[in-house]
């Protein structure tokens, strides 16, 4: 690995300041599972600094409001996440996506901010952010903006920040009443594993439960980028909540949007079956969780 | 080359300062640094658990972690588990139930036992499975290990009801 610089500024201020003025020679260090790795091999030989986000108060704070929703600051490990017995209550969607993320030792480190940040095809917290209707808090040189995370990643790799740009926060609304979530992924292994294919849902339902008043359906490791397929979950508003026509609808819009690469995790073909079954299911499990609550 | 930082830290209890690159890791740190050199590099990227260290009482891959990261923080390593009046039940249960064969793995394995028991005392295989899945090992089969930590966790708790 080449030399580095290491500093770990107090305030969002110091290191928006500190990121600006290296440009690409320095990169914000959350827990360091992708950047560290790919400094190693030589992923990045224009960095020389490493910017430590994890002593910046707005990026550690996790808590929930019940009219703010959730404010996940960008730097809380995953561990925090799912061990939060509020965010397990309200958001099982974004656990299930928490728990899934390389091992216990890996949760331990990996933050939901840095899988978003990283913005791999793969980032498993990604479809199930989609999903929530989270959006990104950005500060940066110019001010803060806000953006909803089906726009945050542009292509393998990259992301809309801009120079001096940080992600500050995940934001989710609060679950609307009879809503749920899920996300599943595919891989060869029980764990430990990159998905082959992963699939986000939410549902709201009616007041009687009965009904899909709306659904969000995003996907992993299908395209360039995480995807939101708004057809996936139009196909099922108004629909009953029994009705697997509707269900089978949306997957078919599942497969129809993914564009997925033949490597050597998986063929196109495989891949776009299994974006089918993975949104049927994730779909069941999504309403089951919104009729449960 | 950047200046070597000077680190405080917290090893195993006691209180031990060292003088680091930035760009170290923790693992190369207490290996080549400290002289702790318990701590395994099976793969230097997170994946084999052979590093693995509790850190502010979390398991980690200390090889995913920087040397200067540990400043005011609280790391235990394998070096830290056994006790001046002998090897910790985890560790004794890995002897009996011959859990090891070259050992490369073995201290990584033995703290994130460590780990999972201060938790959860009575874990499932199924549990003890999941938790141990960033650990490899090239040689046992890990049914073995999987054996060893039911023991100790058995044996441990025995020792507590008494
Ligand atoms: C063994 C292993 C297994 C893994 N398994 C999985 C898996 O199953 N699923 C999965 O999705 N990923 C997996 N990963 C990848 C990785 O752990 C995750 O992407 C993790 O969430 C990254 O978070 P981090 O805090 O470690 O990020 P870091 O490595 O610290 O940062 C990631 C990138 O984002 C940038 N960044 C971080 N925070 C910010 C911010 N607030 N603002 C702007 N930029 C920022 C960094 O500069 C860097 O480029 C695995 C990694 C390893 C080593
Ligand atoms: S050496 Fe750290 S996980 Fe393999
Ligand atoms: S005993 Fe050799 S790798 Fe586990």
Known sequence: MQTLEYTAPKTLKDAITLLAQKGDAARPLAGGTDVLVQLRVGRRPQVNTLVDLKNIPELTRLSYDPREGLYLGAAVACCHVYEDATVRRMYPGLIDAAELIGSVQIQGRASVGGNVCNAAPSGDTIPALIALSATCSIAGPNGTRSVPMEQFCTAPGRNLLQNGEILVAVRIPAPAPNSGAAYLRFIPRNEMDIAVAGVGASVVLDSAKQRITSARVALASVAPTPLFVTAAGQALAGKAVTDEAAIQAAADAAVAAARPITDMRGTIEFRKQLVGVLTRRTLHIAIQRARGA | ?162
């Not at chain 2, 793969?43 to 084999?48: T, V």
């Not at chain 2, 994130?112 to 028991?117: H, I, P, S, T, Y």
């Open chain 2, 1 to 162: 080359m950047a200046d070597k930082v000077h680190v405080r830290t917290t090893i195993n209890g006691e209180a031990t300062e060292f003088l680091c690159e930035p760009r170290q890791s923790l693992l190369e740190v207490l290996r080549d640094v400290v002289g702790l050199t318990g701590s395994k590099e099976g793969c230097n990227d997170g994946n084999c658990g052979a590093c693995t260290v509790l850190f502010n009482g979390r398991m980690v891959t200390s090889c995913l972690v920087l040397g200067v990261e540990a400043e005011g923080k609280n790391v235990t390593t394998i070096e830290g588990i056994a006790t001046p009046a002998g090897l910790h039940p985890i560790q004794q249960a890995f002897l009996e139930n011959a859990a090891l064969q070259c050992g490369i793995c073995t201290p990584g394995f033995i703290v994130a036992a460590k780990a999972l028991l201060d938790r959860e005392p009575n874990p499932s295989e199924q549990r003890i499975r999941l938790w141990l899945a960033g650990n490899l090992c090239r040689c046992t089969g890990y049914d073995k290990i999987i054996r060893a930590v039911m023991d100790a966790s058995k044996k441990m708790q025995e020792v507590k009801a008494r």
